[in-house]
T-cell receptor, first 113, second 116 residues
Framework: EPEVTQTPSHQVTQMGQEVILRCVPISNHLYFYWYRQILGQKVEFLVS????????KSEIFDDQFSVERPDGSNFTLKIRSTKLEDSAMYFC???????????FGPGTRLTVT | AQSVTQPDIHITVSEGASLELRCNYSYGATPYLFWYVQSPGQGLQLLLKYFSGDTLVQGIKGFEAEFKRSQSSFNLRKPSVHWSDAAEYFCAVGAIYGGSQGNLIFGKGTKLSVKP
């Protein structure tokens, strides 16, 4: 069964450094998302991406964040200058057009020190 | 604003007992509703979903949920809990904008513990 994959599984970085989190959505999916979950809290929406552009973003997704689909398979989330409060589990998700059923990857745990 | 409320933070049930996890939502239109399960250190796995039609939906692992519009609820149930069901359960509502797919709004989750 196809699945969403994410790399790395755990990333440790120093405050102020740039990080790129990578995701490979399911191949025939057209909608892509990033969510985050701060430890002990609920899953929060960051951004959605369709047709090579951002379709929606939350207030969390400020100028420090960006997303890109650099090729036909990868979907990346970049944080330009990480802050301590960016420490969280970041989930990538995708779905087919008109499906509304999002499939989640296993997540990348980001630790900012 | 759209929101999802899961009033129970932590529930403990005995193995073999029945289970009901509560979920209430606030949404202006007909919601698309989901239950996801997250085992420790794992991602989110879809248990079941409601889009339209029959208000009682069946999911994987023996779970079911009932959509009640009058109560704005979508409670998750299982008749007999297994030890492997211990996990955190998230209810979510899907936002649809102009017919296009939107993001999911999650509740805070309910952690399920299972006693032997």
């Amino acid at each position: 069964e196809p699945e969403v994959t994410q790399t790395p599984s755990h990333q440790v970085t120093q405050m102020g450094q740039e990080v790129i989190l990578r995701c490979v959505p399911i191949s025939n999916h057209l909608y892509f998302y990033w969510y985050r979950q701060i430890l002990g809290q609920k899953v929060e929406f960051l951004v959605s991406f369709y047709n090579n552009e951002i379709s929606e973003k939350s207030e969390i997704f400020d100028d420090q964040f960006s997303v890109e689909r650099p090729d036909g398979s990868n979907f990346t989330l970049k944080i330009r200058s990480t802050k301590l409060e960016d420490s969280a589990m970041y989930f990538c998700a995708s779905n087919r057009e008109s499906s509304y059923e999002q499939y989640f990857g296993p997540g990348t745990r980001l630790t900012v020190t | 604003a759209q929101s999802v409320t899961q009033p129970d933070i932590h529930i403990t049930v005995s193995e073999g007992a029945s289970l009901e996890l509560r979920c209430n939502y606030s949404y202006g239109a007909t919601p698309y509703l989901f239950w996801y399960v997250q085992s420790p250190g794992q991602g989110l796995q879809l248990l079941l979903k409601y889009f339209s039609g029959d208000t009682l939906v069946q999911g994987i692992k023996g779970f079911e949920a009932e959509f009640k519009r009058s109560q704005s609820s979508f409670n998750l149930r299982k008749p007999s809990v297994h030890w492997s069901d211990a996990a955190e359960y998230f209810c979510a509502v899907g936002a649809i904008y102009g017919g296009s797919q939107g993001n999911l709004i999650f509740g805070k989750g309910t952690k399920l513990s299972v006693k032997p």
